[in-house]
C-alpha cells in the first residue's frame, strides 16, 4: 500500500512539474514574441520618423552638443549679466509657479468627486462606475499641450488657458490614483456610519477622508512638481509663463543665449527645490500610512 501511495506521489509531483515547466515555456515563447515585435515596431517608427526628418539622426548625431555648448561659452563670457537675467525672469517663475497651483488644487477637487463616484464600495450609484472611469481614462489621455492649443485659439494666449489645460489632465491623472487609495480604506466605519443614519456625504467626510487624506495630499504634491514641468512646457506655444520667455530667449539666438541660460538655471533650481520640499512633506505624510496604501509600503 505505501508503494502505491509512493508511486501515486511521485507520478503526480512528475505531473505537476512538467505541467509547470510547459507553462513556463509557453509564456517564455510569449514574452520572445512581445519582445520581437516591441523590437520591430520600434525599429519601423525609428525608420520612419529619421526619413521625414529635415535631417538625419545618424549623421547629425556628432553635433547634438552643438547648441548646449554655445549657450554654455555665451552664458560664461557673459556671466556677470546672470544675476540681472535671473531678476528679470523671476516674475515669469512665479506665474509659472501660480499655473501650477492653481491646476493642482482645482484638478484635486475634481479628482476627489470623480475617485468616489467611480470606486467600488463607495459610488452611490454602481451602474454608473464605468461611466466615471471612462471620463478620467478620456481626461487623462488628451495631453495638456493639446488642449492649451485649443483654448489658446479660444481665449487667447496667456496663463488661464494652461491652467485650464493642466487641471483638466490632473483631474483623470489625479482620480485614477484617489480611486486606487480609495479601494484600499477600511469599510467598517463607513457600515458604522452608515447603521446609524449617515447621508453619503457624511460616510465619506467621516468614514473616509480621514483615512486617505494624507495619501490624496501626498499624490497631489507629486503632481504639483509634475505641473510644474507642464506649465514650463505650455509656455512654448504662448501659454506664459517662464517657458514664454525661455522660447524667446532660444529664438533670438546667438546673443540672448545668457539669458536662456539663466531661464535654465531658475527652472532647475525651482523643480529640485520644490521636489526637495515634496519630498520631505509626502514622507511624512506616508510614514504613518502604510497600511492604508500597501502599494506604497511595497515602494518603500
Known amino acids: 500500500m505505501a508503494d502505491l501511495t509512493a508511486v501515486s506521489t511521485g507520478a503526480s509531483l512528475d505531473a505537476t512539474r512538467a505541467h509547470y515547466m510547459a507553462l513556463t515555456r509557453q509564456r517564455r515563447l510569449y514574452g520572445g514574441i512581445m519582445l520581437l515585435v516591441f523590437v520591430l515596431l520600434l525599429a519601423s517608427g525609428f525608420g520612419i520618423a529619421n526619413d521625414r526628418n529635415a535631417g538625419g539622426f545618424l549623421p547629425g548625431l556628432p553635433h547634438i552638443f552643438d547648441f548646449p555648448a554655445d549657450v554654455v561659452s555665451e552664458a560664461w563670457a557673459k556671466r556677470a549679466n546672470l544675476p540681472g537675467h535671473l531678476l528679470k525672469a523671476l516674475p515669469a517663475l512665479i506665474e509659472t509657479i501660480n499655473i501650477a497651483a492653481v491646476a493642482t488644487i ?20 454602481p451602474r454608473l462606475i464605468p461611466v466615471f472611469r471612462r471620463i478620467m481614462d478620456l481626461m487623462r489621455a488628451l495631453p495638456e499641450i493639446v488642449i492649451a492649443l485649443v483654448l489658446i485659439f479660444v481665449l487667447g494666449s496667456g496663463p488661464v488657458p494652461a491652467a485650464i489645460a493642466i487641471a483638466f489632465h490632473t483631474v483623470g491623472a ?49 503632481r504639483f512638481e509634475i505641473n510644474i514641468r507642464a506649465s514650463a512646457i505650455l509656455g512654448f506655444v504662448g501659454a506664459g509663463g517662464i517657458g514664454y520667455e525661455l522660447k524667446n530667449a532660444i529664438s533670438w539666438g546667438q546673443g540672448k543665449f545668457d539669458e536662456a541660460a539663466a531661464v535654465f538655471i531658475l527652472l532647475f533650481l525651482t523643480i529640485v527645490v520644490f521636489d526637495q520640499m515634496s519630498s520631505v512633506v509626502r514622507n511624512r505624510l506616508t510614514h504613518g500610512s502604510m497600511k492604508s496604501d500597501p502599494l506604497k509600503g511595497a515602494a518603500q
Open 106 to 125: 482645482t484638478g484635486a477637487f475634481g479628482a476627489i468627486i470623480l475617485s468616489l463616484l467611480s470606486t467600488n464600495g463607495l459610488a452611490p450609484w
Open 174 to 222: 489625479l482620480g485614477k490614483l484617489f480611486s486606487e487609495v480609495n479601494e484600499n480604506a477600511d469599510q467598517k466605519p463607513l457600515e458604522g456610519l452608515a447603521s446609524v443614519g449617515a447621508t453619503w456625504p457624511q460616510r465619506m467626510m467621516l468614514g473616509l477622508v480621514p483615512q486617505v487624506a494624507p495619501n490624496w495630499f501626498s499624490y497631489a504634491l507629486l
